[in-house]
């Protein structure tokens, strides 16, 4: 009898353990069977996806493929001198060994060669042209992180063309002096941008079609005079610019500023400098050296903090500098608040620091400061006079490409709207508009 139930507790364990190799065995080929069909799963997926470019997580549109072409830079080392006549004056060159006592103010300047239509450019997944309004959809980071990636080169055959950067509070109420400035010249030779402190302002009576400044408006923010905003909104100017790869120099300009010169002489002046015009200068006092904030160290020390006019030109490559700067941006948004004044210091500072021999250390707007006081001299309608207009054009010395010339300043500013009409009596035949 026991052996009987011997026998059958054996039969009864043995047939417990078939059971469970009978389970690991099914476990084990349903593991099997799962691995397998999720190989053949993902196989399938990356070969039906290889082909598929990556897709940027900035901008969700798909890379395009830039090609860049080396162009032949502009004569550098061109003096300029003018003789004394009625009709338009003829500028000539002259070697560096020529005597220079003899230079003059230069009033007309031939403009470079015929101009090839810039290339089309793809932005926010369009096509945009130099005609098309500036306005568009991007955001301050996603425009910042495109102007970053342009090429530092034109790949335009055509003429390299000068981008004025209007930086206003409102309107541009000397609007038609600029037109006449610009009229009978190729926008092949020049872009506009406007950036308007309010972004909500709506003009009165806007460019009409026709007008250089009809559809030149970008997507602006709200500015306040004095505050990093200023910063912000420079950078946002020179980020619209450099989308165009045919705008090789900028300059930065007020709904104050007034041309001292005609579009020729201008064009030519900057084009064929070979260095940038920043102010940046080591000044002693409150209003100078008083503003650094010793936090900014050991990237910015004292001696090399530096303040300057913000009406800056500069050439392509500092202009994507400036757009793509991750190092001295945030130190200066961080440190650089109140009465610091960060569009007085941190281009300036920047630019002395990272190009020191590249920059020629003044700005090409004359302001006056003669008469005292924190802020400029705004000229009215009485100030407006030929004696004034030639005193800003020929009064100062300084160096160009090498060479001393009267030829410092290009622009001026603070002019009231009220000076609009004799602005328009004076300038153009002084400036000689209607002979270009």
Not at 5 to 19: A, F, G, M, P
Not at 208 to 216: D, E, H, N
Not at 287 to 302: A, C, E, S, T
Request: proline share 8%.
């Amino acid at each position: 009898m026991k052996q009987q139930e011997q026998r059958t507790s054996i039969s009864t364990v043995n047939l417990l353990k078939d059971q469970l190799r009978l389970g690991g065995l099914l476990s084990n080929f349903l593991l099997l069977g799962f691995g397998f069909a999720f190989g053949i799963i993902a196989s399938c997926y990356l070969m039906n996806n290889n082909n598929i470019p990556f897709k940027s997580q900035v901008t969700g549109q798909f890379p395009t493929t830039t090609t860049t072409t080396t162009t032949t830079s502009p004569p550098a080392s061109t003096i300029f001198t003018v003789t004394p006549q009625l009709g338009p004056p003829v500028i000539t060159t002259t070697d560096h060994d020529h005597d220079q006592s003899q230079a003059k103010l230069p009033q007309s300047i031939s403009p470079p060669a015929p101009v090839v239509t810039p290339p089309e450019q793809s932005i926010n997944g369009s096509i945009l042209k130099d005609d098309d309004d500036a306005m568009h959809e991007m955001n301050d980071k996603e425009l910042l992180w495109r102007a970053s990636m342009v090429p530092r080169i034109d790949n335009n055959k055509g003429a390299p063309k000068l981008a004025f950067l209007f930086l206003t509070r409102g309107p541009l109420p000397l609007a038609p002096l600029w037109e006449k400035f610009f009229k009978g010249h190729d926008h092949g030779l020049y872009s506009i941008y406007v950036h308007c402190s309010d972004p909500f302002f709506k003009e009165s009576v806007p460019p009409q079609p026709g007008s250089v400044f009809y559809g030149r408006r970008i997507p602006s923010k709200e500015v306040r005079w004095g505050g990093f905003s200023m910063v912000e909104a420079e950078r946002r100017l020179l980020a619209n610019a450099l989308l165009d790869l045919s705008n090789q120099r900028f300059v930065l300009l007020s709904e104050s500023c007034i041309p001292l010169f005609n579009f020729s002489t201008i064009y030519s002046y900057i084009i064929n400098s070979t260095k940038t015009f920043v102010g940046a200068h080591d000044i002693p006092g409150p209003f100078g050296r008083g503003r650094y904030n010793r936090r900014m160290k050991p990237l910015i020390h004292l001696n090399q903090w530096r303040k300057g006019s913000q009406w800056f030109e500069m050439d392509r490559q500092l202009g994507i500098d400036i757009v793509s700067d991750r190092t001295f941006f945030p130190m200066f948004r961080r440190y650089c608040k109140a009465s610091c004044i960060a569009d007085e210091h941190y281009l300036p500072t920047l630019v002395s620091m990272r190009y020191p021999h590249k920059n020629s250390n003044r700005s090409l707007t004359w302001v006056e400061w003669s008469r005292g006081g924190a802020h400029p001299t705004k000229f009215t309608r009485t100030d407006v006079t030929f004696h004034l207009l030639n005193r800003l054009r020929s009064g100062s010395k300084c160096e160009y490409n090498g060479n001393t010339t009267n030829l410092c300043h290009l622009f001026a500013r603070k002019f009231s709207p009220t000076t609009l009409d004799r602005l328009l009596r004076f300038a153009p035949k002084l400036m000689t508009f209607n002979h270009q």
